[in-house]
């Protein structure tokens, strides 16, 4: 039977203009591409043309635009400019809501092929709500109310989501982990202390973070270090840890390569998130496929898979997770997290189960078969 034709719309995607932005937006594309034939679209800021290229068994289609228009607009006139002369596919899978969900919509209506969004935005949840000016709100639920599938990467987002207004049927598909990249391998000593991300404070607090290292240091085994690191702007941090002493145990640095990433990972005792706000990170599942716990706060969807510290009198299973902003918490779930006998492998198999490019392909072949299946 001939693999189906899925054309993929994102909103957010890695471009010239961004190298990171919705990188694991692409990763699901790259997962969905081992089932069916895949094709992405994409507009980003910078002077007019189209990049094209096929990258990992999908072709990729990324149309610079620039001009006075609204952002949103712009986005929605280059890809209805880009579908003239596309052949129908069978279904079209959005990344993102905003801002190529109203083009995504429009052209689903045209072919009449089904439409399936995967949102990962935080922007969503109750608290956070209020960032989003009322246009954009109304651009959502338009676009919101097109779709098929709604396929959050948790539950909980997929919650935020019907509470915000988009009530389409809800199938929960996380975020993937190449598990050929993120594996187990020995670990350094003395211990490191791993934090990955965008390191933006507002959202990752990593301010609030080096201070509960600061807190723990002491019972910390002797030369343990916490290294933060992350395709934002880590001087601040810097200037954080030599503010309170602690230049000597803590390093910071810019973006690294997925595959560094990787080998740091397996290297670290534990993973470590002091955020405010998230669904469930990608650094998490990549963790377990490295064999590696992680300590996290219970925001978004995270409790979905980390166990709440102190709910169960077992040792940590993956790590555990603690409320948001509670650095007493924190710092007594690290150190039971690494005086726990963790098991390496059944928290990779555990990766690979749920999180693995097998795993997310078929997950979303079968959420696209059937809604075709159904007409």
Known sequence: MARLRVLHIASWYPSEAHGTLGNFVQRHVEASAERVDAEVWYVARGKSRIAERTHRGVKERIAYASGRLPWFVQVTRTLLRMAKHQARPDAIHLHVL????????????????????TEHWTVYHRDQRAKLPAWRRLAIRWAGRG??????????????????G?????????????????????????PVLLHISSLVDEQKNVTGLIECFGLAIDQLPAGTTLHIIGDGDPAPHAATAERLGLSDRILTGGEIPLAEVAERMAAASAVLLFSRFENFPCVIPEAWAAGTPVVVTDVGG???????????????????????????AFVQALLDT??????????????????SVAAIGAAFEAVYTEIIDRG
């Open 98 to 117: 905003y801002p190529a969900g109203i083009a995504a919509r429009l052209l689903a209506r045209r072919w009449g092929v089904p439409l399936i969004a």
């Open 147 to 164: 779709l098929d599938r709604l396929c959050p990467v948790t539950s909980q987002l997929g919650e935020s989501l019907r509470d915000f």
């Open 166 to 190: 988009i009530h389409a049927p809800v199938h929960v598909v996380p975020n993937v982990v190449d598990t050929t990249l993120f594996k187990i391998a020995p670990r350094t000593a003395p």
């Open 302 to 328: 995270i409790r979905e898979h980390v166990p709440v510290w102190g709910t169960t009198d077992a040792a940590p299973e993956r790590g555990a997770c603690v409320a948001s902003e509670d650095a007493a």
């Open 338 to 355: 690494l005086e726990a006998a963790t098991d390496r492998s059944a928290m990779r198999r555990y990766a690979e189960a749920r999180f």
